[in-house]
């Protein structure tokens, strides 16, 4: 690979890495809103946080076996993508149970 290819992909590798940070971070600022928006108990605002932790570590080796065995530019794409569009969902949903069963589908993308 050239030079400017693999600085190319060093940046786009960069922004997914900070997608999936910015990802968690607004949710950690944003739970005391939800909790009172949506008269979360405390527990169900902690499952909101769990449930991506526990999906992405579960999927993690799942996924860089997805990316051997398929192309590894699909795989990646497709996870972006998924990532992107299940947050957007997340940011329309008004009950408690599907912000969690949303929050645990972005740990799988």
Do not use: H
């Not at 794409?77 to 929050?103: H, K, M």
Request: one cysteine or more; glycine letters at 8%.
């Amino acid at each position: 690979l050239s030079l400017t290819r693999r600085l190319i992909l060093l940046v786009i590798f960069c922004l997914a890495q900070f997608l999936d940070s910015f990802n968690n971070s607004a949710l950690f600022s944003a739970i005391p809103a939800l909790e009172v928006s949506m008269g979360m108990t405390e527990s169900q605002s902690t499952w909101i946080i769990s449930a991506f932790q526990l999906t992405f570590a579960s999927f993690l080796l799942i996924s860089g076996r997805i990316s051997d065995v398929y192309n590894p530019k699909i795989a990646f794409i497709g996870g972006v993508s998924g990532l992107g569009i299940i947050s957007l969902c997340a940011g329309f949903v008004d009950d408690t149970i599907p912000i969690i069963i949303l929050r645990a589908l972005s740990g799988i993308g």
